[in-house]
């Protein structure tokens, strides 16, 4: 199963690991990256927590193409 979105697996890939790397930061040093630069919960903010949060609703169907590669080699 061949979706070719290999731009779209990117993208959402790139915006998870920013936000990953962002949490990192609010637990290391609770430092928020995203409320530094365009303000604590404002509406730009938000936006960008809420990609956030698309692009790791859309990672979890990697795990479909993962179970289905797996199932294609055998």
Do not use: C, H, P
């Amino acid at each position: 199963m061949n979706m070719n979105n290999k731009g779209l697996d990117y993208l959402a890939l790139t915006v998870a690991i920013i936000g990953a790397i962002n949490w990192g930061l609010i637990g290391f040093f609770s430092f928020d990256l995203v409320a530094f630069i365009f303000g604590n919960m404002s509406w730009l903010s938000r936006i960008i927590y809420a990609v956030v949060g698309i692009a790791g609703l859309y990672i979890i169907t990697f795990y479909m193409y993962a179970g289905g590669a797996a199932k294609e080699s055998q």
